[in-house]
């Protein structure tokens, strides 16, 4: 396993289109985590999964907001009629347990324009 | 709610100096993780403490945890180019959800 991957890399879209980016985590890893970071400021925690079930979502996330780990290992998270302040890096992290290091992925970054 | 301020957000050193970032909780932590996220990448686990007081080294890196598990410190001696980049603390906190810090940017002088 080569680590935790995230696709695309990039995304460009225009203001009010629907975007969806996947994550695949470190295969034994039961955790999964999307964070949404700004430039100069900490990973700042969307929501997580313990195997298919999302356990929590910030309170921050707003309702266009969604994420699926539908069979327990790939995650998606689809942002609904973007906005200009949506445009940051998606970084997915896994981990073995709650509690344990965290592995991120490159992160997908958003431009919404 | 819980928050984990880290400080300072920029610091800049001649290479070769010595550089620290301290990390401050509001409650108690069950364990804290540095993380260190180079220009352009993605946040990387350096290390995880869990006992009060505990020290632990990694060559040049230096971590502590306090006695009151309410703060940490990262100390690198004598700073490399190759320490460039943003130094994350995380605290983990009593819903079991890590806690970030803002981070410490190290920029190393000309």
Known sequence: DTGVSQNPRHK??????????????????NRLYWYRQTLGQGPEFLTYFQNEAQLEKSRLLSDRFSAERPKGSFSTLEIQRTEQGDSAMYLCASSLAGGDEQYFGPGTRLTVT | GQQVMQIPQYQHVQEGEDFTTYCNSSTTLSNIQWYKQRPG??????????????????????????????????????????????????????????????????IIKP
């Not at chain 1, 460009?12 to 890893?29: A, L, M, W, Y």
């Not at chain 2, 190759?82 to 810090?101: E, H, K, R």
């Open chain 1, 12 to 29: 460009i879209t225009k203001r009010g289109q629907n975007v969806t980016f996947r994550c695949d985590p470190i295969s034994e890893h």
């Open chain 2, 41 to 106: 990448g993605h946040p990387v686990f350096l290390i995880q403490l869990v006992k009060s007081g505990e020290v632990k080294k990694q060559k040049r890196l230096t971590f502590q945890f306090g006695e009151a598990k309410k703060n940490s410190s990262l100390h690198i001696t004598a700073t490399q180019t190759t320490d460039v980049g943003t130094y994350f603390c995380a605290g983990l906190g009593s819903n079991y959800q890590l806690i970030w810090g803002a981070g410490t940017k190290l």
